[in-house]
């Protein structure tokens, strides 16, 4: 069965110091991964995806994510936050066309 | 914005009212989802269709009807719903390909459901 697992509920980090958020997803096949972000009162925007290319994966906004198989994780990252980052952000999988949501991860950031 | 609209943004309803919410895509998918989204709960696919079938219904209560008439256009027909429906409702598509095939989805803003 697939499954993803965001593993923080809620990241709280100060601008201008780097984000990392995490995910691990479980899967019988090599899965194409997604990353989301949510602004309030929005829908979700994709930030980036890995479909068994190269593993590191830039997206926009400079997030950018690493495909790890050995791990089983996608864990997003960004050097440094901008306040403009605060958001929720989804990991999904796909593996045979249907999308698979983790439970979401709530970005804060202090000024 | 993407190129997924939904309309009305907003909807305030009452348990005994029918109610349409309706989601256009401009991007030429032919996939077309709709998904409940609830405080505190993860993302949950409702429908799914494929080329104007439906290929996917995950035990939504028939209160909730989609309709689908062609690839652009997904309206989802809302009746005596309970206020435990109210949510954010997201419509998204995507490309389809063979089995195995995994394309991303792109949302639409939502529209957000009061059911008083």
């Known amino acids: 069965a697939q499954s993803v697992t965001q593993l923080d509920s809620h990241v709280s980090v100060s601008e201008g110091t780097p984000v990392l958020l995490r995910c691990n997803y479980s899967?019988?096949?090599?899965?194409?991964l997604f990353w989301y972000v949510q602004h309030p009162n929005k829908g979700l925007q994709l930030l980036l995806k890995y479909t068994s290319a190269a593993t590191l994966v830039k997206g926009i906004n400079g997030f950018e994510a690493e495909f790890k198989k050995s791990e089983t994780s996608f864990h997003l990252t960004k050097p440094s936050a901008h306040m403009s980052d605060a958001a929720e952000y989804f990991c999904g999988s796909s593996n045979t066309g249907k999308l698979i949501f983790g439970q979401g991860t709530t970005l804060q950031v202090k000024p | 914005e993407t190129g997924v609209t939904q309309t009305p943004r907003h909807l305030v309803m009452g348990m005994t009212n029918k109610k349409s919410l309706k989601c256009e895509q401009h991007l030429g998918h032919n996939a077309m989802y709709w998904y409940k989204q609830s405080a505190k709960k993860p993302l949950e696919l409702m429908f799914v269709y494929n080329f104007k079938e439906q290929t996917e219904n995950n035990s939504v209560p028939s209160r909730f009807s989609p309709e689908c008439p062609n690839s652009s256009h997904l309206f989802l027909h809302l009746h005596t719903l309970q206020p435990e429906d109210s949510a954010l409702y997201l419509c998204?598509?995507?490309?389809?390909?063979?089995?195995?095939?995994?394309?991303?989805?792109?949302f639409g803003p939502g529209t957000r459901l009061t059911v008083t």
């Open positions: 899967s019988s096949y090599s899965p194409s």
């Open positions: 998204a598509s995507s490309l389809t390909g063979t089995s195995g095939s995994s394309y991303e989805q792109y």
